[in-house]
């Protein structure tokens, strides 16, 4: 089984996520998706999130926009929780359903990649 991550930004594609990640700090770190703004590096403008689905098949990075968020709001703060609480029920072995996986409420919540683990060499977003 091979996993392959794709630029959301390029064609590029990588085998590992660190990779994927180096590609994404050297050649794409100077704009948010988002907002517009320039960053030296982007991965310090955005949170991440990794979020495995309940059968471990997918993963999906969710990012929030630190900036947008002034780093204190009540969304923020609740971003935080959750992804510490998923990161603690993930090392327990409880399952977490795609409906707990709603953190899309808040506006700078997005979807940055999708990771099919079961796929031989399939390119996913």
Known sequence: MKIVFECPFCPEQ?????????????SHSSVCPICGKKFKNILTHVRQAAIWDENDDYVVLYGLLSNHTNGLSDDFKKFKAFCRDVAIRRTMKITIS???????DHPATYPIFKVNRKAE???VR
């Open 14 to 26: 990588f085998n590992a996520f660190q990779g994927l990640m180096r590609h994404v700090r050297r």
């Open 98 to 104: 795609l409906m707990e996986l709603q953190v899309a």
């Open 121 to 123: 060499k399939e390119v």
